[in-house]
């Protein structure tokens, strides 16, 4: 197969064509896609039939190096997909019904509405994630995604001065508790502590400056918390005018590529108490991590 590169509305987004992640894939192709990814911060590789879990973690393996601990589960629930190196996103309960809106596994998820990056709660950051479309609902539901990288370069000297001497603080509780979902029990509370992170770092694959923050971003190291969420907020909204915003929609089959190290994303509302949605997600990681985490990002 050749790779063949369609660039979509925003620059930074493109479709893959003459990619099957359902085969095997070959030296010089992989080596395309990983060019292609350098550039294209999100990409999408369409299938008519979306890929088995087992497809799915074999082709994200090749980009990078993807959890496969043991994983914890929000206090007293089932799994429905038994593969460790899966995050199920979808709105299904461990028997694949609906969750009820009560549930408050759909209200940590409601939370993904916000706009986030996947992992900037742990020390070791996630760098592509990797979403296939198993079942997708009949309207709504976009994933809409900003290049942050185009946001750095947008900003006026007079905002970019001192932002890459700044550490930030990224929480997953802050971000659940802020999209609507309960304040976590004192156990989930110690299973994930606050991580720190430079605000801005060189994205290494394009050599460019990044903004790296979200929903997840708490505070910033010896700033006061007022202060430090006035600015990061003011860059949030920087952030996310129209011209930036490239949205997805999905199609069954669809597998999303996306760099988490110089994008942010967020889900769309949808009636997610009528129609299902399975979607998928593996992973990749800094570097090689074997320790559980919990299975309701």
């Given at each position: 197969m050749t790779l063949e590169i369609e660039q979509l509305?925003?620059?930074?987004?493109?479709?893959?064509?003459?990619?099957?992640?359902?085969?095997?894939?070959?030296?010089d192709l992989l080596r395309d896609i990983k060019s292609a990814l350098a550039t294209y911060s999100v990409a999408i590789i369409g299938h008519d039939a979306p890929p088995t879990n087992e497809q799915h973690i074999a082709f994200s393996g090749l980009l990078g190096p993807i959890e496969r601990g043991k994983e914890g589960k929000l206090g007293g629930t089932g799994e429905r997909v038994p593969h460790a190196e899966i995050i199920d996103q979808g709105n299904l309960d461990?028997?694949?019904?609906?969750?009820?809106?009560?549930?408050?596994?759909?209200?940590?998820?409601?939370?993904?509405?916000?706009?986030?990056?996947?992992?900037?709660?742990?020390?070791?950051?996630?760098?592509?994630?990797?979403?296939?479309?198993h079942a997708i609902p009949p309207a709504?539901?976009?994933?809409?995604?900003?290049?942050?990288?185009?946001?750095?370069?947008?900003?006026p000297a007079s905002r970019k001065a001192g932002l890459e001497d700044l550490v930030v603080e990224h929480s997953y509780w802050h971000?659940?508790?802020?999209?609507?979902?309960?304040?976590?029990?004192?156990?989930?509370?110690?299973?994930?502590?606050?991580?720190?992170?430079?605000?801005?770092?060189v994205h290494e694959p394009s050599g460019r400056k990044t903004l790296y923050i979200a929903s997840h971003a708490c505070g910033i190291v010896g700033w006061p918390q007022e202060k430090a969420l006035a600015l990061i907020n003011e860059l949030m909204a920087f952030a996310t005018q129209p011209q930036f915003v490239f949205a997805h929609q999905w199609k069954l089959g669809d597998v999303l590529i996306w760099d988490n190290m110089c994008t942010m994303h967020r889900a769309t509302p949808f009636d997610d108490t009528k129609f299902k949605r399975d979607v998928r997600r593996?992973?990749?990681?800094?570097?090689?991590?074997?320790?559980?985490?919990m299975q309701i990002v």
């Open positions: 509305s925003q620059p930074f987004a493109a479709r893959l064509h003459g990619v099957d992640i359902r085969k095997p894939m070959g030296a461990e028997v694949g019904e609906i969750f009820a809106d009560s549930d408050r596994r759909l209200a940590y998820k409601r939370a993904n509405q916000l706009w986030h990056t996947d992992m900037s709660f742990f020390e070791i950051r996630a760098t592509y994630s990797l979403l296939a479309a709504g539901a976009d994933t809409q995604f900003v290049d942050m990288r185009d946001v750095f370069d947008a900003l971000s659940r508790v802020l999209g609507g979902g309960p304040p976590p029990s004192p156990e989930e509370t110690l299973a994930r502590t606050p991580a720190r992170h430079k605000m801005v770092h593996t992973t990749c990681r800094e570097r090689a991590v074997q320790n559980a985490t």
